[in-house]
């Protein structure tokens, strides 16, 4: 027996056949597989990083009996499908799916519509920026490899998502349009070349040995032009056409076709005319304007994709052994019940309990409260929030992924399946295009070939061509491209291509307070003194008092800090002030409570609404401190408001600061102490009345990520969350608030340049097809018109990107 026939199938675990050979390198080691069936199944569950399959399988595989189509039914097994699905209840799951061929809002529309249809699918929504699909369905009712294989037979190969998977991705989608655009690019200017000496030489009765020449070298530079660089345009028309559709890109693809097939048979038979040119010029101009809008979609995930908790990989865990002894240990190791310690300035991984301890927690991310929260025995503690001054011990009630910020996300994602869908008009325009063309095309080719059979074939490609819809095409992703540059001059990054369109129709703005109108940071706001003293020794002794605190509240004293006037004898109270010896006498500084159990101060001197300093006789000094307003916010509430904007504030701080802040700025609207839900129901009935408003949400927290999936447009603020960055449809990279004015007139300029270059577009195609159908205008005119048509259109775009 040899070597051969003793090795067993990794996969199925049945014998290997003698003289088969496949096999590939898994964990450092060869293995081996008994068809290609299995391997094509044991790659792809490898490449996707479902490895975990063959660790904790408890029984063999099946075998496999073909290739990869039915490898998917690898994703049928629950062992593999417990690493990537989420049960939405008792029979029903949802995935997460990347889709690389998912390019365009015409892509969307289908995968949408005919998953829709599929038997047992519950719901299914499509991101394109992003490239994902989100599919829930019945798995009694179908499973997910017919799912999978029905996106497959659509042409949209998907897998379950995982973020290093989208990171190449997208880089290999950069480095190939890349090279797409710089064939297309050197392509047309060799082929411009030749056709300025043809275009010469048929004036100048060129000799034909020489035109046969510049005919051929033109046909051999357009031809890579057309196959690779042209690619996307003939894969896109041919799903449509598959599907049964008519999109954008089937005229396009027709018109390369034709006018790169005619000119082959002109360069063959020495007849006619030859439109290389065109060809070229043609996919140059719409690939530049497809990437253009690629990179502006990509933008803000290229800046902010990062691994946020994923970083902490690793917590330190009391023993359940011997629970005075610690270990550093894996996340992926802790379970519900652990103890964990954590130290201070540690962000916290998982929800839990404080059983050990007290501190003061920072949740602005979280709830949108500026100040720290102090924590007590038994009080919850949510991840993602900052441990403060001292080390606490918690138990964990909620693993990585189930807690606070996951509801939060699950929120968020609700309600984006609740967002309106937007019309594709361009593409329905489109398709009735394409067929009044190509009927118009037909109809003129029967009239010439009875009248006249010599010019029937040429007068058809003239239509085709003069009539090709390259200007309309670019119409709006070039005016919108040049919207975005415009926007990215002014630290706008956008994510939602839409965001242009939408943003001119704002009724209503909706503001957060704390990072948003406010910069999150407290200062002393006023200073009443009982004393001989001066407001600013006052504040200098309170400086002092504070230096050894890293709290907020003593950061707002730091920069009244004198160097003649020091402190000693300094002790820290957490959640209430702080005491110390200043020339001779014993001061305290701290909230009502802290200073009538410490001194003999009166109660009725004291209110709740600010902090005191004071000696053991009497009240010192009366202190106010308020959350820094961004100065830029008065000036841009006041232009919000001359444009006719209602102006909203919804925030998660519980202080009257918010209606302070309200009335400071004129904001019509405000409610204060809002968790995540609560702003949710505001804005859907805020949109859900008489006036149908369009909201603008503008904010930086976590809390604020659903309240922006909802609102038909969002700008995430300097400094937000990268939850509430990666899900906003803008990320203003500045602080300034006056930006937001010139981003909606921006949008409004936009819609009107898209509305122009539509005219100009539509008006061209219906002025210049009669005389093209008259056989007035000859091929080469007909391809130079096109292509000027085309340069109006970009031309008029860049009027919405000055350089100055």
Same mark, same amino acid.
């Given at each position: 027996?040899?070597?051969? +026939?003793?090795?067993?199938?990794?996969?199925?675990?049945? =014998?290997?056949?003698?003289?088969?050979?496949?096999?590939?390198?898994? &964990?450092?080691?060869?293995?081996?597989?008994?068809?290609?069936?299995?391997?094509? /199944?044991?790659?792809?569950?490898?490449?996707?990083?479902?490895?975990?399959?063959?660790?904790?399988?408890?029984?063999?595989?099946?075998?496999?009996?073909?290739?990869?189509?039915?490898?998917?039914?690898?994703?049928?097994?629950?062992? @593999?499908?417990?690493?990537?699905?989420?049960?939405?209840?008792?029979?029903?799951?949802?995935?997460?799916?990347?889709?690389?061929?998912?390019?365009?809002?015409?892509?969307?529309?289908?995968?949408?519509?005919?998953?829709?249809?599929?038997?047992?699918?519950?719901?299914?929504?499509?991101?394109?920026?992003?490239?994902?699909?989100?599919?829930?369905?019945?798995? &009694?009712?179908?499973?997910?490899?017919?799912?999978?294989?029905?996106?497959? +037979?659509?042409?949209?190969?998907?897998?379950?998502?995982?973020?290093?998977?989208?990171?190449?991705?997208?880089?290999?989608?950069?480095? #190939?349009?890349?090279?797409?655009?710089?064939?297309?690019?050197?392509?047309?200017?060799?082929?411009?070349?030749? =056709?300025?000496?043809?275009?010469?030489?048929?004036?100048?009765?060129?000799?034909?040995?020489?035109?046969?020449?510049?005919?051929?070298?033109?046909?051999?530079?357009?031809?890579?032009?057309?196959?690779?660089?042209?690619?996307?345009?003939?894969?896109?028309?041919?799903?449509?056409?598959?599907?049964?559709?008519?999109?954008?890109? $089937?005229?396009? =693809?027709?018109?390369?076709?034709?006018?790169?097939?005619?000119? /082959?048979?002109?360069?063959?038979?020495?007849?006619?005319?030859?439109?290389?040119?065109? @060809?070229?010029?043609?996919?140059?101009?719409?690939?530049?304007?497809?990437?253009?809008?690629?990179?502006?979609?990509?933008?803000?995930?290229?800046?902010?994709?990062?691994? !946020?908790?994923?970083?902490?990989?690793?917590?330190?865990?009391?023993?359940?052994?011997?629970?005075?002894?610690?270990?550093?240990?894996?996340?992926?190791? $802790?379970?519900?019940?652990?103890?964990?310690?954590?130290?201070?300035?540690?962000?916290?991984?998982?929800?839990?309990?404080?059983?050990?301890?007290?501190?003061? @927690?920072?949740?602005?991310?979280?709830?949108?409260?500026?100040?720290?929260?102090?924590?007590?025995?038994?009080?919850?503690?949510?991840?993602?929030?900052?441990?403060?001054?001292?080390?606490?011990?918690?138990?964990?009630?909620?693993?990585?992924?189930?807690?606070?910020?996951?509801?939060?996300?699950?929120?968020?994602?609700?309600?984006?399946?609740?967002?309106?869908?937007?019309?594709?008009?361009?593409?329905?325009?489109?398709?009735?295009?394409?067929?009044?063309?190509? %009927?118009?095309?037909?109809?003129?080719?029967?009239?010439?070939?009875?009248?006249?059979?010599?010019?029937?074939?040429? /007068?058809? /490609?003239?239509?085709?061509?003069?009539?090709?819809?390259?200007?309309?095409?670019?119409?709006?992703?070039?005016?919108?491209?040049?919207?975005?540059?415009?926007?990215?001059?002014?630290?706008?990054?956008? &994510?939602?291509?839409?965001?242009?369109?939408?943003?001119?129709?704002?009724?209503?703005?909706?503001?957060?307070?704390?990072?948003?109108?406010?910069?999150?940071? %407290?200062?002393?706001?006023?200073?009443? $003194?009982?004393?001989?003293?001066?407001?600013? +020794?006052? *504040?200098?002794?309170?400086?002092?008092? +504070?230096?050894?605190?890293?709290?907020?509240?003593? &950061?707002?004293?730091?920069?009244?800090?004198?160097?003649?006037?020091?402190?000693?004898?300094?002790?820290?109270?957490?959640?209430?002030?702080?005491?110390?010896?200043?020339?001779?006498?014993?001061?305290?500084?701290?909230?009502?409570?802290?200073?009538?159990?410490?001194?003999?101060?009166?109660?009725?001197?004291?209110?709740?609404?600010?902090?005191? #300093?004071?000696?053991?006789?009497?009240?010192?000094?009366?202190?106010?401190?308020?959350?820094? *307003?961004?100065?830029?916010?008065?000036?841009?509430?006041?232009?919000?408001?001359?444009?006719?904007?209602?102006?909203?504030?919804?925030?998660?701080?519980?202080?009257?600061?918010?209606?302070?802040?309200?009335?400071?700025?004129?904001?019509?609207?405000?409610?204060?102490?809002?968790?995540?839900?609560?702003?949710?129901?505001?804005?859907?009935? *805020?949109?859900?009345?008489?006036?149908?408003?369009?909201?603008?949400?503008?904010?930086?927290?976590?809390?604020?990520?659903?309240?922006?999936?909802?609102?038909? !447009?969002?700008?995430?603020?300097?400094?937000?969350?990268?939850?509430?960055?990666?899900?906003?449809?803008?990320?203003? *990279?500045?602080?300034?608030?006056?930006?937001?004015?010139?981003?909606?007139?921006?949008?409004?300029?936009?819609?009107?340049?898209?509305?122009?270059?539509?005219?100009?577009?539509?008006?061209?195609? #219906?002025?210049?097809?009669?005389?093209?159908?008259?056989?007035?205008?000859?091929?080469?005119?007909?391809?130079?018109?096109?292509? %000027?048509?085309?340069?109006? @259109?970009?031309?008029?775009?860049?009027?919405?990107?000055?350089?100055?």
């Amino acid at each position: 027996m040899t070597a051969q +026939e003793t090795l067993s199938c990794f996969h199925c675990h049945l =014998a290997v056949p003698r003289g088969f050979v496949q096999s590939l390198h898994y &964990q450092g080691k060869k293995r081996h597989f008994c068809c290609m069936g299995c391997y094509s /199944i044991a790659e792809t569950i490898i490449a996707n990083g479902l490895d975990d399959y063959y660790k904790f399988r408890t029984t063999t595989a099946p075998k496999a009996e073909s290739l990869v189509p039915e490898s998917l039914q690898i994703f049928d097994q629950a062992e @593999v499908q417990a690493s990537f699905t989420k049960d939405a209840s008792a029979k029903q799951k949802r995935i997460e799916l990347l889709c690389s061929n998912l390019q365009c809002s015409a892509c969307s529309w289908l995968i949408e519509k005919r998953l829709q249809d599929a038997k047992g699918v519950i719901k299914v929504t499509s991101n394109i920026t992003e490239q994902t699909i989100m599919l829930e369905w019945d798995n &009694q009712q179908c499973q997910l490899s017919e799912l999978l294989t029905l996106l497959h +037979e659509l042409g949209y190969p998907a897998k379950p998502y995982r973020a290093d998977d989208a990171q190449a991705l997208q880089q290999q989608q950069n480095k #190939l349009w890349l090279k797409r655009l710089g064939l297309a690019g050197l392509g047309m200017m060799q082929v411009m070349m030749y =056709a300025v000496a043809l275009y010469i030489g048929a004036f100048d009765n060129i000799d034909i040995g020489h035109r046969n020449f510049l005919r051929w070298v033109s046909f051999l530079v357009a031809t890579p032009v057309l196959l690779y660089s042209g690619f996307p345009f003939f894969q896109s028309a041919y799903r449509a056409l598959k599907n049964r559709r008519l999109n954008m890109d $089937v005229p396009i =693809a027709i018109a390369l076709v034709l006018a790169y097939v005619t000119s /082959i048979f002109a360069t063959l038979t020495n007849s006619g005319e030859v439109y290389f040119d065109s @060809v070229t010029m043609f996919v140059f101009f719409l690939l530049i304007g497809r990437f253009l809008e690629y990179r502006a979609r990509q933008k803000v995930r290229q800046q902010f994709w990062q691994k !946020t908790t994923d970083e902490q990989l690793l917590v330190t865990k009391f023993r359940a052994d011997d629970p005075t002894q610690l270990e550093t240990v894996p996340l992926q190791t $802790v379970t519900v019940g652990d103890r964990l310690l954590v130290k201070p300035g540690a962000t916290l991984v998982f929800d839990g309990l404080l059983v050990k301890g007290q501190t003061s @927690v920072n949740e602005a991310m979280l709830s949108g409260e500026f100040l720290p929260v102090n924590k007590q025995l038994n009080d919850t503690l949510l991840a993602g929030s900052v441990n403060g001054d001292n080390a606490i011990e918690m138990e964990v009630t909620h693993l990585k992924g189930e807690g606070f910020i996951q509801r939060l996300k699950q929120l968020q994602k609700a309600a984006l399946l609740d967002k309106p869908k937007i019309t594709l008009v361009a593409d329905k325009v489109a398709r009735y295009f394409v067929a009044v063309i190509l %009927l118009i095309a037909s109809i003129s080719f029967a009239y010439w070939w009875l009248k006249a059979p010599e010019h029937a074939l040429w /007068i058809t /490609i003239s239509v085709l061509v003069v009539s090709c819809p390259c200007a309309l095409s670019l119409a709006t992703p070039v005016a919108l491209t040049c919207g975005v540059l415009s926007l990215n001059r002014r630290n706008f990054l956008i &994510q939602d291509q839409d965001f242009l369109q939408k943003l001119e129709h704002t009724t209503d703005i909706v503001f957060d307070k704390t990072g948003t109108l406010t910069q999150g940071e %407290l200062e002393v706001q006023s200073v009443s $003194v009982f004393t001989e003293h001066k407001p600013s +020794e006052v *504040l200098a002794i309170i400086a002092a008092m +504070e230096s050894q605190s890293e709290h907020p509240i003593a &950061q707002a004293f730091t920069s009244y800090a004198k160097q003649d006037i020091v402190a000693s004898d300094i002790q820290l109270r957490p959640y209430a002030g702080v005491s110390a010896r200043y020339q001779q006498e014993t001061l305290w500084f701290g909230n009502q409570q802290f200073i009538s159990e410490n001194t003999q101060v009166l109660n009725d001197g004291l209110d709740a609404n600010g902090l005191f #300093l004071a000696n053991n006789q009497q009240l010192l000094a009366k202190i106010i401190l308020g959350d820094r *307003l961004r100065d830029s916010a008065k000036r841009a509430c006041a232009e919000l408001h001359r444009m006719g904007k209602k102006l909203h504030l919804l925030s998660g701080d519980p202080s009257d600061q918010v209606e302070k802040l309200a009335q400071q700025l004129a904001i019509d609207h405000w409610q204060h102490q809002l968790t995540p839900q609560a702003k949710l129901d505001y804005l859907k009935k *805020l949109q859900a009345g008489s006036d149908k408003c369009k909201i603008l949400t503008v904010g930086d927290g976590i809390n604020d990520a659903p309240a922006m999936a909802v609102s038909d !447009t969002s700008i995430a603020m300097a400094g937000a969350s990268d939850l509430t960055k990666s899900h906003a449809d803008s990320y203003l *990279l500045s602080a300034d608030l006056n930006q937001l004015q010139f981003a909606i007139d921006k949008s409004a300029q936009t819609n009107s340049i898209i509305k122009q270059n539509l005219t100009w577009a539509l008006c061209y195609n #219906l002025i210049m097809i009669p005389f093209a159908v008259a056989g007035l205008i000859p091929p080469y005119l007909a391809a130079i018109g096109m292509s %000027l048509s085309s340069v109006v @259109v970009v031309i008029n775009s860049l009027r919405l990107n000055p350089k100055k």
